[in-house]
Structure formats: structure tokens, C-alpha cells
């Protein structure tokens, strides 16, 4: 739920009907949908003109309830029916698919529908961003590595500011051994969220991976008090505890 909030909050408002009244109720619709979601699956049912607009309302309810095959289901089918009638949205309805997809831990449906959102040729800017950084996670899920790195260095020029989009980059990075690179945007995803305890965590990981175990056990250790009892911490306690076995080498996180 937390990544797809996330992506949510970074990505631009989507503009809301052209016809007054409509764009009233989308609004409220989109209300209940963030503070009473179940009034906003029944407010979107009972809306028998909303269209796309009230299946994207019911999407982002869905969403807040953590039932993202239903959120996926409902963004996809206001993407089709904005395609019929020729709205640009239709590409930002597929890309909150794809993000729900890869909430509900199904990649392959989420490459597909981030693939049509991003073939729209109607996102830019940070849309365009958000998109193919959630196509990169995908990708990354689906064990291809390669075209993700691709998606995050076309992502890194739209949607700079994004400091999950440096961490993910600089995540790939270490994995594939390119310590350099994941030095280098560990630091750029500290300088734009530096309480953060994934990042914090992860720049203990890569001081590991390029065996500076003095700097690891200090990332790590700021991990904990930063944000003590989250669940970055715990991980990052495992990894001071693996640190003081001999020749007992701690796995990343993500990897284990």
C-alpha cells in the first residue's frame, strides 16, 4: 500500500471533469475514497454517469483498502473506456493499474499495463517519471535487470526529485556490481530524503558490499536510532548482529 500511496503523491492530480457538476462529484467521490472508502465504492456504484471518472474513484478506494486486484481491475477499465472515448487520462489510469499490480505483488500484469501506459505517448514530466520508474520495479521483479536499468535512467530525467527513484537506482546498482554508480546515487537519494531509513540502510549495504565494514555498521546503526522499531531497523539490527560473527556475511535485505 505504501508504494502505491507514494507514487500517488508524486504524480500530478489528474484534472478532474470538464462539466461542473461532474467535477464536483469526482471531487467528493475522491474524498470519501482517501477517508471512507467503502462510501466511495457505494458513491461510485451509484453514479450511474461518472464513467471512467467514478471507476478511477473506485479504484483509488480499492486501493486504500489494500485490495489491489479489485483497485487494478477498476483503473483498467476506466483506461479502456477513456481510450474509447479518446482521453488523454486513459494513459494515467494505466499507470495506476500497473502500480497497483506491483502493490499486489503481480508484475507481469503490472509491466503490461505500465507497457500501454507508457506507449500512450500521453504522459510527460514527472507522469512520464513515475511511470517508467514503476515499470523499472517490475522489471526488476521479473528478474530483468537490464531493461530495468534502462527505465530508471530515463526516469532520473523527468523525475529527479523522486528520491525512491535514486534509492532504486542506486539498489540496482550494488546488485549488478557497479558500487561506483550505487555510491554515487545513494548519495543523491540521502541529500533529498535524508531521514529515511531505507536509505539508510541501503548506504550500509553498499559500504558493505565495497568492504568497508566500519561504514556499514554506522549507516546501519543511524538506521535504528533514526526510525527505531521500523521494520528498516530490524533489518539493519540483523546486519550489525551478522557483522559481528566471523566470516558470517550478511545478506541484503531485499535479497533475502
Do not use: H
Amino acid at each position: 500500500m505504501i508504494l502505491f500511496l507514494l507514487a500517488q503523491a508524486a504524480a500530478p492530480a489528474l484534472a478532474p471533469p470538464a462539466d461542473p457538476g461532474l467535477a464536483a462529484r469526482y471531487e467528493k467521490c475522491l474524498d470519501l475514497a482517501t477517508d471512507a472508502p467503502d462510501q466511495a465504492i457505494a458513491e461510485a456504484g451509484a453514479w450511474s454517469n461518472g464513467g471512467y471518472f467514478a471507476r478511477q474513484c473506485r479504484g483509488m478506494a480499492y486501493a486504500n483498502l489494500e485490495r489491489w486486484a479489485a483497485a487494478a481491475s477498476e483503473f483498467t477499465a476506466a483506461a479502456q473506456e477513456a481510450e474509447v472515448a479518446r482521453d488523454a487520462r486513459a494513459a494515467r489510469y494505466w499507470a495506476q493499474a500497473g502500480n497497483a499490480w506491483i502493490a499486489g505483488s503481480e508484475p507481469a500484469k503490472a509491466r503490461a499495463a505500465l507497457d500501454a501506459a507508457l506507449a500512450s505517448g500521453a504522459l510527460d514530466g514527472l507522469s512520464l517519471g513515475e511511470a517508467r520508474f514503476d515499470r523499472a520495479r517490475a522489471l526488476v521483479l521479473l528478474g530483468d535487470q537490464k531493461a530495468a536499468r534502462l527505465d530508471i535512467d530515463a526516469a532520473l530525467k523527468t523525475a529527479s526529485a523522486d528520491p525512491l527513484l535514486w534509492l532504486a537506482s542506486a539498489t540496482l546498482a550494488r546488485r549488478t556490481g557497479d558500487l561506483v554508480r550505487a555510491k554515487a546515487d545513494a548519495i543523491e537519494a540521502y541529500k533529498r530524503s535524508s531521514d529515511d531509513p531505507a536509505v539508510l540502510l541501503e548506504i550500509g549495504n553498499i559500504a558493505y558490499a565495497a568492504g568497508d565494514r566500519a561504514g556499514a555498521a554506522s549507516a546501519w546503526r543511524e538506521t535504528i536510532s533514526r526510525r527505531p522499531g521500523s521494520d528498516q531497523a530490524r533489518l539493519a539490527e540483523e546486519r550489525l548482529q551478522a557483522l559481528g560473527e566471523a566470516g558470517d556475511k550478511p545478506k541484503p535485505p531485499e535479497e533475502r
